[in-house]
């Protein structure tokens, strides 16, 4: 039986959807929302859908936008020459907090995972290809999705995909995280790792 | 600078107000609510709503409830002269929970907290007061406040203002929680499970 009225209990059930959030935090949620004041409920239920409705992806490098072109595809000083491809726009927050980077990005939206329904046609490599077609300044791409095996299958996918064009396809390096243990590395990532070694 | 439309910018601000959503949970949920359909968008936020606002205080009691009577209050089968004051509504779910207890509750919303901008007359103790004195069948108070300098400083005040009246108002037992270990034991907690031992 449930002790909870049903509006509460809707809410309960929509709140424990969200990613990283299990039944016992949606209902200390639930029962946050609840003590707040309305108009605090009413400024996060529009909030929510305002992000929602207001937001697109940008035509040219797929990230998330309220423009036709996003901020970073629309910036004349970012150098047009270069694309990291991402698997989600988070990465290209993660990336852009670096400052190091001054290349344009490609949010794929995913990655290869069988698994897990995901197809290599449910992910924008579609977008990417014809969008490497369509502008040939193009010099590299850097294929920046995760150091997971999908993550490695999909950059593989990708390696082989563009390299008959003959732009220059490049991944980012595995190794041991600065600051990190030798004792304490995976062996995955030692052997990477090694293989990457280079001369002083 | 911020790299966000200001939607998701405001979105990253709303949710980050929720009760353990620090800036980077919100961060992820943010950009969860965005990839999500439309329509499911849609439904948590009017969840957030529908649950607010159908929501009130039950008029015995002060726990949530869609109707003047919680579903508790309302049950002829709960013993009504036993009153058990938790500090919020997710107490009450827990209590409930044990099927231990029979009894009827009183929410407070809150405890006595001055460092946090909590006084007596913020949470509900005139109610409770106000409840007893017009339920003279109420035979005993069991003051299940947390075991916190907080829950305990309004269990005692609790007492001492509910006593002159000549109903029996009692406390629930600290002690050593069933399954643990004395050597993890804090002293407090020892020292009460002491003081509160009792013969075989």
């Known amino acids: 039986m449930s002790r909870y009225s049903p509006s509460v209990a809707k809410l309960i059930s929509e709140l424990g959807k969200l990613p990283g959030v299990g039944p016992k935090s949606a209902q200390r949620l639930a029962f946050h929302v609840l003590s707040m004041p309305q108009e605090e409920v009413k400024s996060l239920s529009e909030a929510l859908m305002d992000a929602r409705t207001s937001t697109r992806l940008c035509k040219v490098c797929q990230n998330f936008t309220d423009q036709e072109l996003c901020s970073i595809c629309g910036d004349p000083k970012r150098d047009r020459s ?29 990655v290869y995972s069988p698994l897990n329904n995901v197809e290599l046609d449910s992910i924008k490599i579609k977008e990417l290809i014809q969008r490497l077609r369509e502008n040939p300044d193009t010099k590299e791409v850097i294929i920046a999705t995760n150091q997971t095996a999908e993550g490695e299958a999909t950059a593989m996918y990708l390696g082989r995909l563009i390299k008959p064009s003959g732009i220059k396809v490049t991944r980012i390096a595995s190794g041991l995280p600065m600051g990190s243990d030798l004792e304490y590395a995976d062996d995955v990532t030692l052997s990477k790792a090694m293989q990457a070694r280079h001369e002083f």
Chains 1, 2 share one sequence.
């Open 82 to 110: 270069t694309i990291c491809v991402v698997e989600n726009p988070r990465d290209v927050a993660t990336m852009e907090r670096m400052r190091d980077y001054n290349g344009l990005y490609h949010v794929l939206h995913g």
